[in-house]
């Protein structure tokens, strides 16, 4: 099972600014191990967000995103409270969820 | 032989069914589906045409931050802004990338045309936003990122 995202949401007016950081190999499929074997592609190809159950973005990525991926995004019309969740599909079929709830802004 | 041939099908029909499960699952999240055309696509304007984009306009509305130079390919921070009205999606294009197309973000739903990630760059190349609008055109704008070290070994 893949290791918990982390997830930031600050308030600023009433965008969101939410911060993820997700916890994933992101195998190119280019690079060899010590054994000089081609290491197979592993890497997140589908992440929704939700805002309150709502889908508010809808990505797909390629291997060309880094490992650890972070991504940045401005979730508008949210107020304190409300929930952010995160859910990833890489190309073996593995799935996360994680959900954060929206901070006000300090 | 044909016996081996019969349960080749059968595994392979289960493989399918299963699948098909799994996109059926309720309360799931539903995705798009991914790409493919565009994602496998190994030339800059192979990786243009699998977004459907005809032709791109060159645009000063789209900003995109990276660094000029890249110690790291393996980690470069891109963010990309769309002041075009109406932005129904971002892609992200590394030029000279073994498979361009980075990644596809569809913020129609209710972000913000505003996205940022770290991307693996092969070697120094112009990043490309490509951005669709909601009448069908393509809009695009471009930023060289030298590469000091490549980022796809």
Request: glycine residues 10%; charged residues 20%; proline residues 4%.
């Amino acid at each position: 099972m893949a290791e918990p995202m982390r997830i930031r949401a600050t308030l600023q007016g009433d965008v969101a600014d939410v911060r993820i950081l997700m916890r994933h190999p992101m195998e190119t499929g280019q690079r060899k191990d010590a054994k000089g074997e081609i290491v197979p592609v592993h890497f997140i190809q589908n992440v929704v967000v939700t805002h309150n159950g709502k889908t508010v973005l809808d990505a797909q990525w390629s291997q060309a995103v880094s490992r650890d991926p972070f991504l940045g995004i401005r979730v508008k019309g949210a107020k304190a409270g409300d929930k952010i969740a995160v859910t990833w599909t890489d190309n073996r079929g593995d799935k996360r969820t994680d959900e954060a709830t929206v901070a006000a802004a300090s | 032989m044909n016996n081996r041939r019969r349960s080749f099908l059968a595994i392979a029909g289960g493989a399918g069914a299963l699948a098909a499960a799994g996109l059926l699952k309720p309360g799931a999240a539903q995705a798009a589906t991914w790409n493919k055309q565009g994602f496998e696509a190994k030339a800059y304007t192979d990786a243009v045409k699998g977004l459907g984009a005809s032709s791109l306009i060159e645009t000063k509305d789209i900003a995109i931050t990276a660094p000029d130079i890249a110690e790291n390919g393996a980690v470069v921070p891109v963010a990309i802004t769309s002041k075009i009205p109406n932005t129904q999606s971002i892609s992200i294009i590394a030029e000279k990338n073994p498979f361009p197309l980075a990644a596809t973000f569809d913020v129609a739903g209710g972000v913000e045309p505003y996205a940022s990630v770290r991307l693996k760059l092969g070697q120094t190349s112009n990043v490309r936003a490509v951005v669709k609008a909601a009448d069908g055109k393509f809009y695009t704008a471009a930023k060289e990122v030298k590469v000091t070290v490549g980022g796809c070994g």
